[in-house]
């Protein structure tokens, strides 16, 4: 006899990323894997959210309490309506030699959570896993978005339901700092960190970047855009900051993205680098304010 191996090549690599969808839209994807051996392979298709040991799985301390690579699980955020927020189509079947396989991949998010994240598993004769793709996705309750530098919120949703009672009536009072903003009546913090290191020596300036976008819905008026301001201060020009592309508008389905560089000030004291803020106003269905904290530092080259 004859020892086949199978072997297949997939259209996506270990990581398929549906972007930013408006809470209750349904967007879809395709990936395609083909059969590049002699014999007919049997597929069956496995999410991550679906596995039958999920619930015994989760009885352990979350990955970013225990992990610094590691932020998010791999099954993140899920829907509130019980319905899986990735589908997969077909869920198996077979593929002839040298033919190949299209599946449809079904992103359909009903609340606004940034984790959306499932594992799709392809095996093959029931038990060769042939590829793993990690599926991520993120949905909004509103048309813009804005994404960039360290990460400062907790990749975890809370099952909490809280009231915008009480922030108000704290909002009356006048205790509420600025960095808060109004959205129906309750207040919602929005808030970005970058760092930005500077190789001693070298003659580039340090860099990063913010990302503005806005997301294509039929849910919303066609006519909307989205405009967007970065206040620069003197400052931030005093403690050697400069922007590029601070100010701008985008139609539906556009990114724009705000460069930030740095270069340290000749009187600069490395035992206390700077932390300077800048104020992001974004104009969309609503207007949102974030209050952007750009930290640098000088690094070693070695």
């Given amino acids: ?20 969808v408006m809470a209750g839209d349904t967007v879809t994807a395709t990936v395609q894997i083909k059969n590049t051996s ?21 009885q352990k301390i979350p990955s970013f309490l225990t992990s610094s690579l590691q ?12 319905f899986s ?5 077909p869920t198996e079947g077979k593929i002839e030699a040298g033919m190949s396989q299209d599946f449809v991949v079904t992103f359909s998010p009903d609340h606004e959570s940034l984790y959306y994240s499932d594992r799709l598993k392809v095996l ?3 038990k060769h896993t042939a590829h793993e793709i990690q599926l991520k996705g993120a949905a909004r ?18 099952l909490a339901v809280t009231s915008p009672v009480a922030p108000q009536k704290a909002l009356e009072k006048g205790k509420v700092p600025a960095l808060f903003i109004m959205e129906q009546g309750g207040i919602r913090l929005r808030s970005l960190l970058l760092l930005l290191e500077f190789v001693e020596g070298s003659a580039e300036p340090a860099r990063a970047e913010i990302t503005v976008g806005a997301i294509q819905s039929p849910q919303l008026a066609a006519k909307k855009a989205v405009e967007f301001s970065l206040d620069s201060g003197p400052e931030l020009r005093r403690a050697g900051f400069e922007l590029d592309g601070a100010k701008g508008a985008l139609e539906r389905g556009q990114l724009k993205r705000i460069g930030v560089s740095w270069v340290p000030p000749a009187d600069l004291q490395t035992s206390d680098p700077p932390l300077v803020s800048a104020l992001l106003t974004v104009k969309g269905d609503i207007t949102e304010c974030y209050r952007v904290l750009l930290m640098a530092r000088v690094v070693s080259a070695a």
């Fill in 1 to 20: 006899g004859h020892g086949v191996v199978p072997s297949t090549e997939c259209s996506v690599g270990e990581v398929l990323d549906m972007g930013y």
């Fill in 38 to 58: 002699s014999m007919t392979l049997l597929f069956s298709v496995q999410l991550e959210s679906l596995s039958p040991t999920r619930d015994r799985d989760r």
């Fill in 71 to 82: 932020r998010t699980e791999i099954v993140g955020t899920q829907n509130y309506n019980g």
């Fill in 85 to 89: 927020v990735f589908r997969v189509s």
């Fill in 124 to 126: 093959l004769f029931g």
């Fill in 141 to 158: 309750d509103h048309l813009m978005f804005v994404e960039g530098g360290v990460p400062l919120d907790v990749p975890v949703e809370s």
